[in-house]
């Protein structure tokens, strides 16, 4: 589990396709302490196993479905990648509950500098768009951030100068894909409202409304 809080930007210093996925290798430097082999790191919201270690650089081995439903099939030679490692039970909890698993890829469509933060625009797939909620919480590329306006399929979130400048979003262009992770919290919820033997529960959508869940 992660919290969405972006530990150190790392830039990708080998990145290979092989017979059954991919190796990559990140140099980086504060996430290596304390790091062990069979570790976790989320690269880019992507939880991913510790492989190898040196000096500046950790490598992991990636999945063919991590390179299918990921932005990691796009991954080149010199990119900059958001970690942070795995949490602990001591750590605070600073975003929310983050489970490095990938829902979907999404594409920014507009950038806005303003005065005292920067307004993104992301396009996601429609079958998503029922987790994203208008003051819920939201992962890019491993960056918890709110939302602060969704329509249809796209949704905004205002970020401020410290995230952005310390994060891969001041890379990104216009066009360019995104790891997107919902809330996991509304998938729990939506399974419980759908399960089939739910008839006599006393949980309903005006219950979770009236007692601040949505």
Do not use: W
Request: charge should be negative; glycine fraction near 8%; charged fraction near 20%.
């Amino acid at each position: 589990m992660f919290t969405g809080i972006v530990e150190e930007l790392g830039f990708i210093e080998d990145f290979n396709r092989c017979t059954n996925g991919a190796t990559v290798k990140v140099k980086c430097q504060k996430v290596l302490q304390d790091t062990q082999i069979g570790d976790s790191i989320a690269i880019n919201g992507v939880c991913q196993t510790v492989t190898n270690i040196d000096s500046n650089t950790f490598t992991a081995k990636i999945s063919d479905e991590t390179l299918a439903v990921t932005t990691f099939n796009l991954l080149k030679n010199g990119d900059s990648v958001n970690l942070e490692r795995a949490l602990t039970l001591n750590s605070r909890l600073g975003g929310h509950i983050v489970s490095g698993h990938v829902d979907c890829c999404g594409k920014l469509i507009s950038k806005e500098k303003l005065t005292d933060f920067y307004n993104l625009h992301f396009e996601i797939p429609v079958n998503q768009q029922k987790y994203i909620v208008r003051k819920g919480s939201v992962t890019i590329n491993g960056i918890s951030l709110t939302i602060a306006e969704e329509n249809a399929n796209t949704f905004n979130v205002a970020v401020i100068p410290h995230t952005f400048d310390n994060t891969n979003l001041k890379y990104l262009n216009i066009g360019d894909a995104v790891n997107i992770e919902t809330d996991i919290l509304g998938k729990y919820v939506e399974k419980i409202l759908s399960a089939k033997d739910n008839s006599n529960s006393n949980i309903s959508m005006n219950f979770l409304q009236e007692n601040g869940f949505l």
